[in-house]
């Protein structure tokens, strides 16, 4: 099956499920759907077990939206079945491009839909296909439409078998659902990936390709490399102790001593997010200054072993944090932000 059979099987497909209908179990059906279209026409593409795993998550995410019908499974879906249509279709790229190609498609599908000649087949036109479209359709559909207009004004028994009929049809809301449908299902089936996906995606790759041809590249042009070697020595033996302090005053205020229960809420608040701004932080400052050649420096040894130690650290404080959160949770429960709290911190 092509490419456009299943853009407009799919658009149908959509219609008929939510013409008239709530989202709610409709949507886990045509997840379901999709997931089986891509196993029964594209088996061949199935080259790892990841294949395997994102089929049975797309199912599980589709039965969960049916189950719940809440926002988290839904994400949960959509992600599923974008990503297993991706990985079997674009074997070589990395899936986490998934998400610029999203909102890309989002918008250029828009505008894709009109160019016909990219999506629907070329074929020659005969010359006698005039010939039959007048012949065969034109004329008979003229005559009949005449006689019919005479034989109703003759009779209003023959008149009625054709006009006194109601269809009970939102043709608005059947145009808008085709017309989305057909949207998600253009956008998921001919999707468009720019050259500059396939030019980077070795860069995403988990071993580097030109370790040789790295060179350290000064920042700042007023500093050499070596100042700024120096430079985040210094910066990195500050943060080092200031954080030792920092997790040494922390530690005391959360075991040492005694909160109240009505001010535990806001006390614990006020920490995790000071530790998840440091976090950030903390990633920003090894980024700055690992980048390029200093991840190869030879000389940046004390460089390496400073930002070891800032690391560590840093977990203790996140081991301290999920402990304060889980005598939070002790007194108040556990909710959908304190678990976020929780895959924050393991992250």
């Not at 894709?112 to 074929?123: D, E, G, H, N, V």
């Not at 020659?124 to 065969?136: G, R, S, V």
């Not at 100042?227 to 040492?256: A, C, D, K, P, W």
């Not at 976090?279 to 920003?284: K, L, S, T």
Request: charged letters at 15%.
């Amino acid at each position: 099956m092509k490419k456009y059979h299943l853009i407009l099987v799919c658009s149908l497909i959509f219609t008929l499920l939510f013409y008239n209908e709530s989202v709610g179990v409709n949507l886990a059906i045509f997840g379901l759907v999709l997931t089986g279209i891509i196993c029964f026409f594209f088996p061949d593409r199935f080259t790892s077990r990841f294949h395997l795993v994102l089929v049975v998550t797309s199912i599980l995410s589709s039965i969960a939206f049916a189950w719940y019908g809440d926002f988290v499974s839904f994400l949960a879906l959509a992600m599923s079945v974008c990503f297993l249509q991706f990985k079997t279709q674009e074997t070589n790229l990395k899936i986490v491009q998934v998400f610029p190609l999203a909102f890309i498609n989002g918008i250029a599908s828009l505008g894709r839909m009109l160019m016909f000649s990219q999506w629907l087949p070329k074929r020659e036109i005969k010359n006698d296909f005039a010939k039959k479209l007048i012949a065969y359709f034109l004329i008979p559909t003229v005559f009949v439409g005449l006689f019919f207009i005479v034989y109703a004004f003759g009779s209003d028994h023959f008149s009625a078998l054709f006009t006194d009929y109601y269809l009970d049809v939102n043709f608005l809301q059947l145009i808008l659902i085709a017309l989305l449908g057909f949207y998600l299902s253009f956008t998921f089936w001919n999707y468009w990936i720019p050259e500059v996906f396939y030019e980077k995606n070795s860069l995403l790759d988990n071993d580097f390709n030109n370790q040789n041809e790295m060179k350290n590249q000064r920042t700042f042009s007023f500093l050499d490399i070596d100042f700024e070697r120096r430079s985040g020595e210094i910066t990195l033996v500050l943060l080092n102790v200031l954080l030792l302090v920092f997790i040494v005053t922390y530690n005391y205020e959360q075991f040492f001593e005694i909160v109240e229960k009505s001010k535990l809420s806001a006390a614990t608040h006020e920490r995790v997010n000071s530790v998840i701004f440091s976090i950030v932080m903390a990633v920003g400052v090894i980024m700055f200054y690992f980048k390029g050649g200093f991840n190869f420096d030879k000389k940046a040894k004390n460089l390496k072993r400073l930002s070891k130690i800032w690391i560590f650290l840093n977990g203790i404080l996140i081991l301290s944090t999920i402990i304060k959160n889980s005598e939070y949770v002790s007194f108040y429960g556990l909710t959908y932000k304190r678990l976020g709290v929780y895959a924050f911190l393991i992250f």
